[in-house]
């Protein structure tokens, strides 16, 4: 697996500027760029990544996306006047030309194919480019909102051509939806575009009636389009992870993508007058981080817009942090969508069960209680005061709808995954975590026998446990003291290992400890106090097993394409596991587990985003321990 995170920026890409006045246009400022790259300075971010540097994107590639005609215009304004400049601007929705506007797009599209080209190489193993102008809604033959050459799909359709890559997904989280993008792909299946954006209904700019959650793609291409609309401002972090948790990231898996780009926008970020959203800079770490759960990390992460500086720049740092590995910091607050966040993700998900195998159990009986399309709703209650929350009003449709949603919120939240029955997938002996391992000195016997003797010494006696112990609790140790990130430790019975790591991280003064338990967990800690909760992933029923408040077990066994995995864990695990907000991880496999090699290390990535990944691992399986396991990325 490749290492490093490379840094592109070019300060000539500052140069771009509106010389006249604009009130639509004049927030997309050279500072943008700057401060971006001075915020990553102050954080010591800028000299840990691998500099690539930029060039100009040559002809030949800008015309793989754009057509002549749009590539000589460009170029024709490079000699222009301020009146001429102004005047060509005027083609266009919200665009601007400057006399180096032509040389900061090419430089624009050539870092995005140099960041390209560092990943596809294995030069580094994801990175990030600040470029502008941006890219994601320009097109064929226009250049629009402040888009000249269109850099994310240029790179889409540069790695089909020189990489053969057959599956690239394009994540847009811009506040904006990225049309150009849309319609430059739209019949093409080997490009999965994924966009959210403000959209109120399509009150908001772009204002397409193609920026719809039902516009799902063209002919070859029908699902492989996905639009995410907000119809409401005020969105937050609890709506972004929703989507992440009940949108994208089952069909990103699903969909196995060679290459992860990122039209990364910050005005979906707080603070941004384009976006009007709450959502925090810590969560696009969290975004960040998902994202290089796929295509082996394989990831570039391409500026797009991002008007608030100091928002821009904060959250600019979130991703360059979370792409060199470090730990994701803690998502705090409210953890549950709205309810016109859950509408819109209802919605795309019902307008794409014909072309998903992990929407196949979907169901999608609500649309006939609901109005279909949203905007009759908003007819229904248009008198509701614009605030985050519809008021439900005196129109008994909408307190239908209303509280149909919040029944359906639940269900979006925690849906029952399928129980079906399938063989486990003889697990390979894969790598289960990677670099930096810490080995640790076992703490000693006498140590130990005192520490459990609190609550498990009888079942302690044989030396074997006692010393297996030593080492999960030297581990521990190191990680509620903070010295670590997390830790692997083996366990002839990881039932136990668990129940004590429990335990002792409680009694160490953490109040909230969440543990995945997979496989048939024996022991059950008392949970009553709420200071943990125990989801276990088991084969069947545990006989006589009384599911608790905070003890929830999910039976299930993998299906051949492990569907239901990513259904479960990311439609239930995680949803839960952040709603608890934990401040420690335990992840305990045992013997006769219902999850090969694979799905377990996924688990572990996908869990780090939590407790800021603090996780202590422990691994009952002696295959995983022949390997060379190591630890997950600190
Ligand atoms: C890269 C980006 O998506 O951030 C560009 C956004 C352009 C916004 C244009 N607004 C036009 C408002 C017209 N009433
Ligand atoms: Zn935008």
């Known amino acids: 697996m490749a290492s490093g995170t490379a840094l592109i920026y070019d300060e000539k890409m500052a140069t771009h500027k509106l010389l006249w006045s604009d009130p639509i246009c004049d927030i997309e400022v050279p500072e943008r760029l700057s401060s971006s790259y001075e915020q990553l300075k102050s954080y010591h971010l800028v000299e840990r990544c691998v500099p690539v540097p930029a060039r100009e994107g040559s002809e030949e590639e800008i015309l793989l996306v754009h057509s002549l005609e749009h590539l000589e215009v460009a170029k024709s304004t490079q000699t222009m006047n301020e009146e001429e400049l102004k005047r060509v601007s005027e083609n266009y929705d919200a665009f601007f030309f400057h006399p180096s506007t032509y040389h900061c797009a090419r430089l624009a599209v050539g870092a995005t194919l140099q960041l390209v080209d560092a990943v596809m190489s294995g030069e580094v193993r994801n990175g990030m480019a600040l470029v502008r102008p941006p890219g994601h809604h320009s097109q064929r033959n226009a250049a629009n909102g402040f888009c000249l050459f269109n850099n994310v799909a240029i790179a889409a359709e540069?790695?089909?051509?020189?990489?053969?890559?057959?599956?690239?997904?394009?994540?847009?989280?811009?506040?904006?939806?990225?049309?150009?993008?849309?319609?430059?792909?739209?019949?093409?299946?080997?490009v999965l575009y994924f966009s959210w954006h403000r959209y109120e209904h399509q009150e908001f700019w772009p204002s397409l009636k193609e920026s719809d959650y039902d516009a799902v793609g063209l002919g070859k291409g029908k699902g492989f389009?996905?639009?995410?609309?907000?119809?409401?401002?005020?969105?937050?972090?609890?709506?972004?992870?929703?989507?992440?948790?009940?949108?994208?990231?089952?069909?990103?898996?699903?969909?196995?993508?060679?290459?992860?780009?990122?039209?990364?926008?910050?005005?979906?970020?707080?603070?941004?007058?384009?976006?009007?959203?709450?959502?925090?800079?810590?969560?696009?770490?969290?975004?960040?981080?998902?994202?290089?759960?796929?295509?082996?990390?394989?990831?570039?992460?391409?500026?797009?817009?991002?008007?608030?500086?100091?928002?821009?720049?904060?959250?600019?740092?979130?991703?360059?942090?979370?792409?060199?590995?470090?730990?994701?910091?803690?998502?705090?607050?409210?953890?549950?969508?709205?309810?016109?966040?859950?509408?819109?993700?209802?919605?795309?998900?019902?307008?794409?069960?014909?072309?998903?195998?992990?929407?196949?159990y979907e169901d999608t009986s609500f649309l006939q209680n609901l109005s279909?399309?949203?905007?009759?709703?908003?007819?229904?209650?248009?008198?509701?005061?614009?605030?985050?929350?519809?008021?439900?009003?005196?129109?008994?449709?909408?307190?239908?709808?209303?509280?149909?949603?919040?029944l359906h919120m639940k269900n979006i939240l925690f849906p029952v995954p399928p129980i079906k029955t399938a063989t486990i997938g003889s697990e390979g002996s894969e790598h289960f975590l990677s670099e930096h391992v810490q080995l640790v000195k076992e703490m000693d016997k006498t140590e130990i026998k005192s520490l459990v003797s609190g609550f498990y010494a009888d079942l302690v006696e044989e030396d074997k446990i006692l010393l297996s112990l030593g080492s999960m609790l030297a581990i521990l140790d190191k990680i509620l003291k903070k010295e670590v990130c997390n830790g692997i430790a083996a366990s002839p019975t990881a039932a136990?290992?668990?129940?004590?790591?429990?335990?002792?991280?409680?009694?160490?003064?953490?109040?909230?400890?969440?543990?995945?338990?997979?496989?048939?967990?024996?022991?059950?800690?008392?949970?009553?106090?709420?200071?943990?909760?125990?989801?276990?992933?088991?084969?069947?029923?545990?006989?006589?097993?009384?599911?608790?408040?905070?003890?929830?077990?999910?039976?299930?066994?993998?299906?051949?394409?492990?569907?239901?995995?990513?259904?479960?864990?990311?439609?239930?695990?995680?949803?839960?596991?952040?709603?608890?907000?934990?401040?420690?991880?335990?992840?305990?496999?045992?013997?006769?587990?219902?999850?090969?090699i694979s799905g377990i290390s996924l688990l572990v990535a996908l869990l780090q985003g939590l407790a800021e990944s603090r996780i202590v691992a422990v691994i009952e399986h002696p295959v995983v321990l022949s390997t060379t396991v190591s630890l997950c990325d600190l």
């Open 158 to 190: 540069y790695a089909k051509l020189k990489y053969g890559l057959q599956r690239i997904l394009i994540v847009d989280w811009d506040v904006h939806h990225g049309q150009g993008i849309q319609y430059i792909f739209e019949e093409d299946p080997s």
């Open 225 to 360: 389009n996905i639009n995410l609309p907000w119809n409401k401002v005020g969105m937050g972090n609890s709506d972004y992870l929703a989507a992440f948790f009940h949108v994208l990231l089952p069909m990103a898996f699903e969909f196995d993508p060679e290459l992860v780009i990122v039209s990364s926008g910050y005005d979906s970020g707080i603070g941004d007058p384009e976006g009007q959203m709450n959502a925090t800079p810590e969560v696009f770490a969290h975004l960040t981080h998902f994202l290089m759960q796929l295509a082996n990390g394989k990831l570039c992460v391409i500026l797009e817009g991002g008007y608030h500086l100091k928002s821009l720049g904060e959250s600019v740092c979130m991703t360059v942090k979370t792409l060199l590995g470090d730990p994701v910091p803690q998502i705090t607050g409210e953890m549950a969508p709205c309810l016109s966040a859950v509408e819109s993700i209802q919605n795309v998900r019902a307008a794409h069960k014909p072309y998903w195998k992990w929407l196949a």
């Open 496 to 596: 136990l290992s668990a129940a004590v790591a429990l335990r002792h991280s409680v009694r160490f003064g953490f109040q909230r400890v969440l543990c995945v338990f997979v496989g048939d967990m024996q022991i059950t800690p008392n949970t009553e106090d709420g200071k943990m909760l125990i989801i276990n992933i088991c084969e069947k029923e545990q006989p006589g097993k009384t599911s608790c408040k905070h003890c929830i077990s999910l039976n299930w066994k993998e299906d051949a394409e492990g569907n239901d995995f990513f259904s479960a864990v990311l439609g239930f695990i995680l949803p839960v596991a952040y709603s608890y907000q934990p401040n420690l991880t335990v992840i305990a496999v045992g013997p006769n587990r219902s999850l090969g």
């Open 372 to 406: 279909t399309k949203s905007h009759l709703l908003k007819k229904a209650n248009s008198n509701t005061s614009t605030e985050h929350e519809t008021k439900i009003t005196n129109n008994n449709n909408t307190v239908k709808v209303e509280r149909f949603l919040e």
